[in-house]
Protein backbone atom coordinates (compact mmCIF):
# COMPACT_ATOMS: atom_id res chain seq x y z
CA UNK A 1 0.00 0.00 0.00
CA UNK A 2 1.81 3.39 -1.51
CA UNK A 3 0.22 5.22 1.43
CA UNK A 4 2.14 3.23 4.62
CA UNK A 5 5.52 5.03 2.92
CA UNK A 6 4.35 8.53 1.21
CA UNK A 7 6.81 10.15 -0.72
CA UNK A 8 9.59 10.66 -2.51
CA UNK A 9 11.96 9.69 0.62
CA UNK A 10 14.89 7.61 1.62
CA UNK A 11 13.75 4.81 4.26
CA UNK A 12 15.59 2.46 6.47
CA UNK A 13 14.51 -0.66 7.27
CA UNK A 14 14.98 -2.28 10.73
CA UNK A 15 15.19 -1.20 14.49
CA UNK A 16 15.85 3.09 14.53
CA UNK A 17 18.95 4.25 14.19
CA UNK A 18 20.63 0.67 12.91
CA UNK A 19 19.36 -0.40 9.55
CA UNK A 20 19.49 -3.67 8.61
CA UNK A 21 22.00 -4.82 6.49
CA UNK A 22 20.25 -8.06 4.59
CA UNK A 23 16.17 -7.89 3.48
CA UNK A 24 14.97 -11.08 3.07
CA UNK A 25 12.05 -11.59 -0.36
CA UNK A 26 10.56 -14.57 -1.63
CA UNK A 27 12.08 -16.06 -4.34
CA UNK A 28 9.31 -15.20 -6.54
CA UNK A 29 8.46 -16.66 -10.01
CA UNK A 30 8.69 -15.61 -13.98
CA UNK A 31 5.65 -13.86 -14.14
CA UNK A 32 5.70 -12.84 -10.65
CA UNK A 33 9.39 -11.70 -9.52
CA UNK A 34 9.83 -11.14 -6.17
CA UNK A 35 11.41 -7.89 -6.88
CA UNK A 36 9.34 -5.47 -9.22
CA UNK A 37 9.57 -2.08 -10.81
CA UNK A 38 6.83 0.35 -10.05
CA UNK A 39 3.33 -1.62 -10.29
CA UNK A 40 4.53 -3.92 -13.43
CA UNK A 41 4.27 -7.35 -11.95
CA UNK A 42 5.55 -8.82 -14.75
CA UNK A 43 9.27 -7.02 -14.88
CA UNK A 44 11.84 -7.70 -12.23
CA UNK A 45 13.82 -10.32 -10.41
CA UNK A 46 13.41 -13.52 -8.85
CA UNK A 47 15.33 -16.55 -7.52
CA UNK A 48 15.17 -19.52 -9.64
CA UNK A 49 13.39 -22.16 -7.82
CA UNK A 50 15.27 -24.99 -6.29
CA UNK A 51 18.77 -23.21 -7.16
CA UNK A 52 21.40 -20.29 -6.29
CA UNK A 53 20.07 -18.91 -9.89
CA UNK A 54 18.81 -15.49 -10.15
CA UNK A 55 16.22 -14.63 -13.11
CA UNK A 56 14.96 -11.52 -14.99
CA UNK A 57 11.74 -11.30 -17.01
CA UNK A 58 10.32 -8.83 -18.64
CA UNK A 59 6.41 -9.14 -19.59
CA UNK A 60 6.52 -12.59 -17.53
CA UNK A 61 8.92 -14.26 -19.74
CA UNK A 62 12.19 -15.19 -18.57
CA UNK A 63 14.73 -13.06 -20.34
CA UNK A 64 18.48 -13.76 -18.70
CA UNK A 65 19.49 -15.48 -15.58
CA UNK A 66 22.84 -15.61 -13.51
CA UNK A 67 23.60 -19.09 -12.85
CA UNK A 68 25.37 -20.15 -9.01
CA UNK A 69 28.88 -20.51 -11.41
CA UNK A 70 28.46 -16.64 -12.12
CA UNK A 71 27.60 -17.69 -16.12
CA UNK A 72 25.40 -15.15 -17.42
CA UNK A 73 22.50 -16.70 -19.61
CA UNK A 74 20.36 -14.66 -22.19
CA UNK A 75 17.31 -16.90 -24.02
CA UNK A 76 18.88 -19.86 -22.68
CA UNK A 77 18.12 -21.29 -18.92
CA UNK A 78 21.25 -22.89 -18.95
CA UNK A 79 24.31 -21.01 -19.73
CA UNK A 80 27.17 -23.13 -20.68
CA UNK A 81 30.09 -20.57 -20.50
CA UNK A 82 30.67 -16.57 -18.58
CA UNK A 83 28.25 -15.13 -21.56
CA UNK A 84 26.03 -17.10 -23.58
CA UNK A 85 23.40 -15.95 -25.97
CA UNK A 86 20.99 -18.41 -27.17
CA UNK A 87 19.66 -17.76 -31.09
CA UNK A 88 20.36 -13.58 -30.68
CA UNK A 89 23.44 -11.07 -32.17
CA UNK A 90 26.19 -9.40 -30.00
CA UNK A 91 26.34 -6.27 -31.67
CA UNK A 92 29.21 -4.03 -30.80
CA UNK A 93 28.72 -0.55 -32.09
CA UNK A 94 30.40 3.19 -32.32
CA UNK A 95 29.85 6.60 -33.05
CA UNK A 96 33.28 6.95 -34.59
CA UNK A 97 34.94 9.25 -37.42
CA UNK A 98 35.82 7.28 -40.69
CA UNK A 99 39.23 6.48 -39.79
CA UNK A 100 38.41 5.26 -36.28
CA UNK A 101 37.34 2.05 -33.94
CA UNK A 102 33.80 0.76 -34.04
CA UNK A 103 34.42 -2.07 -31.94
CA UNK A 104 36.37 -4.99 -30.88
CA UNK A 105 36.94 -8.00 -29.30
CA UNK A 106 39.40 -8.35 -26.84
CA UNK A 107 41.52 -11.63 -25.64
CA UNK A 108 43.34 -11.22 -22.15
CA UNK A 109 45.04 -13.55 -19.79
CA UNK A 110 45.17 -12.86 -16.04
CA UNK A 111 48.66 -13.72 -15.73
CA UNK A 112 51.63 -11.72 -17.58
CA UNK A 113 50.88 -8.67 -19.44
CA UNK A 114 47.24 -8.82 -20.10
CA UNK A 115 46.25 -8.43 -23.65
CA UNK A 116 47.51 -11.14 -25.88
CA UNK A 117 45.25 -10.82 -29.13
CA UNK A 118 42.30 -8.50 -30.19
CA UNK A 119 39.96 -8.52 -33.71
CA UNK A 120 38.62 -4.79 -34.15
CA UNK A 121 36.28 -3.16 -36.53
CA UNK A 122 37.37 0.19 -38.12
CA UNK A 123 35.90 2.75 -40.93
CA UNK A 124 38.87 3.00 -43.10
CA UNK A 125 39.33 6.51 -44.76
CA UNK A 126 38.58 7.37 -48.01
CA UNK A 127 35.79 4.85 -48.03
CA UNK A 128 33.31 7.97 -48.32
CA UNK A 129 31.11 6.92 -45.10
CA UNK A 130 30.92 5.01 -42.34
CA UNK A 131 28.89 2.35 -44.02
CA UNK A 132 32.17 0.48 -44.87
CA UNK A 133 34.49 -1.33 -42.05
CA UNK A 134 37.40 -3.69 -42.38
CA UNK A 135 38.16 -6.42 -40.27
CA UNK A 136 41.78 -5.95 -38.48
CA UNK A 137 43.47 -8.96 -36.37
CA UNK A 138 46.09 -8.44 -33.53
CA UNK A 139 48.33 -10.29 -31.64
CA UNK A 140 50.50 -8.65 -29.03
CA UNK A 141 54.54 -9.03 -29.72
CA UNK A 142 56.27 -10.20 -26.92
CA UNK A 143 59.43 -7.87 -27.32
CA UNK A 144 57.12 -4.34 -27.37
CA UNK A 145 54.38 -5.53 -25.60
CA UNK A 146 51.98 -3.86 -27.58
CA UNK A 147 49.51 -4.85 -30.39
CA UNK A 148 50.54 -5.53 -33.90
CA UNK A 149 48.11 -5.83 -36.96
CA UNK A 150 48.59 -9.57 -38.36
CA UNK A 151 45.96 -9.98 -40.89
CA UNK A 152 42.97 -7.60 -42.23
CA UNK A 153 40.15 -8.15 -44.44
CA UNK A 154 38.80 -5.05 -46.20
CA UNK A 155 35.86 -3.70 -47.15
CA UNK A 156 36.31 -4.95 -50.80
CA UNK A 157 36.30 -8.35 -49.35
CA UNK A 158 40.45 -8.71 -50.27
CA UNK A 159 42.26 -10.22 -47.14
CA UNK A 160 46.02 -9.30 -46.23
CA UNK A 161 48.87 -10.89 -44.12
CA UNK A 162 51.53 -9.11 -43.14
CA UNK A 163 49.83 -6.34 -45.00
CA UNK A 164 47.64 -3.44 -44.29
CA UNK A 165 46.45 -2.61 -47.99
CA UNK A 166 46.12 -6.07 -49.71
CA UNK A 167 45.40 -5.69 -53.30
CA UNK A 168 44.11 -9.37 -54.28
CA UNK A 169 41.31 -11.55 -52.81
CA UNK A 170 44.51 -12.86 -50.84
CA UNK A 171 47.89 -10.52 -50.18
CA UNK A 172 50.48 -12.19 -48.01
CA UNK A 173 54.04 -10.04 -47.66
CA UNK A 174 56.35 -11.72 -45.06
CA UNK A 175 60.36 -11.22 -45.12
CA UNK A 176 60.45 -15.01 -44.24
CA UNK A 177 57.49 -16.48 -46.39
CA UNK A 178 57.80 -20.01 -47.21
CA UNK A 179 56.27 -22.19 -50.13
CA UNK A 180 55.14 -25.86 -48.72
CA UNK A 181 56.54 -28.30 -50.66
CA UNK A 182 54.85 -30.77 -52.75
Known amino acids: DSSLLPGNTTYEIGQSGSAWSKAYLGDGTTGGPSYTFGNDTTLGIFKVAGTSTIGFSTQGLERMRISAS ?103 TSASFVSPTT
Do not use: C
Open 70 to 172: GNVGIGTTGPADRLNIYQGNLRLSGNETIGGPLGAVIFESSVGTGRVAAIRSYIPSGTGGADYADLRFYTTHMDVNKDVERMRITTDGNVGIGTAGPTASLSI
